[in-house]
């Protein structure tokens, strides 16, 4: 299961909206040397979770960040302070560097968006199963054509920015365990995979 990121929401997932602010700059990450240790605003930091240190976001900033060599996207939430290696604007978990592909090399070139936190949705509506996340709408669309044969209700979601429209690759499916079965071959079939609960 080391490719599945799981998004468990004991309580309500934030809607997000854009909040304007555009970094560009070096991202890293850590992972296990960390696990289980208190993060700067003290909670545990989880390497399997969706979170992200930056040196000057509020805590509880929610960030669009883009992998600019393959244009894939994850949303983060700041938790942690860091990096503090020169040149570096963000210290991304392990799960969210697994998403974009920066696991291997270490580092890359990146885009923050920082991202406006607004009322929690109330209702749960499902799960989806997310396989990618692009800023380019071509580059999700072949990856739909690749995954529907096998895998049937495929939606490309868009999240607008001001500067930008990011399409994420989602493969809807009817309950949590129906989820984890998708998400399991995905992973077996090379993939990372984010499972969301919606809302």
């Known amino acids: 299961m080391i490719g599945i990121v799981f998004l468990?929401?004991?309580t309500p997932r934030p809607k997000l909206v854009p909040g304007g602010e555009v970094q560009t700059g070096i991202a890293s990450w850590y992972g296990s040397?960390?696990?289980?240790?208190?993060?700067?605003?003290?909670?545990i930091y989880d390497m399997y979770d969706m979170t992200a240190a930056h040196q000057t976001l509020p805590f509880g900033t929610y960030v669009m960040v883009t992998n600019l060599d393959n244009n894939r996207?994850?949303?983060?939430?700041?938790?942690?302070?860091?990096?503090?290696?020169?040149?570096r604007i963000i210290d991304l978990s392990y799960a969210a560097a697994r998403l974009l592909n920066i696991v291997g090399?270490?580092?890359?070139?990146?885009r923050l968006e920082i991202l406006k936190n607004l009322s929690a949705a109330a209702e749960r509506s499902g799960f989806s199963v997310q396989v990618g996340s692009f800023s380019s709408k071509e580059n999700a669309e072949m990856l739909k054509?690749?995954?529907?044969?096998k895998y049937g209700r495929i939606e490309v979601a868009p999240f607008k920015t001001p500067h930008q429209v990011y399409y994420r690759v989602r493969?809807?499916?009817?309950?949590?365990?129906?989820?984890?079965r998708s998400a399991q071959l995905l992973s077996?079939?090379?993939?990372?995979?984010?499972?969301?609960?919606?809302?």
């Open 8 to 10: 468990a929401a004991c």
């Open 33 to 43: 040397d960390f696990h289980g240790k208190s993060t700067s605003n003290q909670e």
């Open 73 to 87: 996207s994850v949303i983060v939430r700041v938790n942690d302070r860091g990096p503090f290696v020169g040149g």
């Open 105 to 110: 090399p270490g580092t890359a070139p990146v």
């Open 145 to 149: 054509a690749k995954l529907m044969p």
């Open 171 to 180: 493969i809807k499916v009817a309950d949590k365990d129906m989820a984890m």
């Open 188 to 199: 077996g079939e090379g993939y990372s995979v984010l499972i969301v609960e919606e809302y």
